[in-house]
């Protein structure tokens, strides 16, 4: 059995530019994305982190999985259609034995968005 993947968000996350006041649009990432897990059967863990180290690029979230490849995107919008391509790549990360998902097989905001692709430890 595959090791459960994990969906971290930046909860923190402004685009560049965006006022410091108000919700983050990480935040409102997060919220679409634990929304939308909320209704989708088999959806992955889903959490909020402070900070993934990639405020030029905000939005920003990362899959990881225990003894897989763990991927960091950039460049999200804090909306439905992010949330739903996110939890569409972790399902295929998670369906994956390495976690290792093909560049086409990505939603196209993740393609243009990866950051990272960092492989299982040794």
């Known amino acids: 059995m595959n090791p459960i993947t994990e969906l971290l968000v930046c ?8 006022p410091r006041e108000g ?13 939308l897990a909320a209704e989708t059967p ?14 030029g690029r905000g939005c920003s979230a990362a899959l990881q999985a225990p003894g897989k490849y763990s991927y960091v995107f950039g460049d999200l919008q804090a909306d439905a259609a992010s949330a739903a391509d996110l939890l569409a790549a972790a399902a295929r990360h998670q369906a994956l034995e390495d976690g290792q998902i093909p560049w086409r097989e990505r939603p196209e905001a993740l393609r243009r968005g990866t950051l990272a692709r960092l492989p299982p430890p040794a």
């Open 11 to 18: 909860h923190t996350c402004r685009p560049a530019g965006a």
């Open 23 to 35: 919700v983050a649009a990480g935040q409102q990432l997060f919220d679409a994305v634990q929304a």
């Open 42 to 55: 088999g959806a992955p863990q889903v959490r909020a982190v402070a900070c993934l180290s990639a405020c």
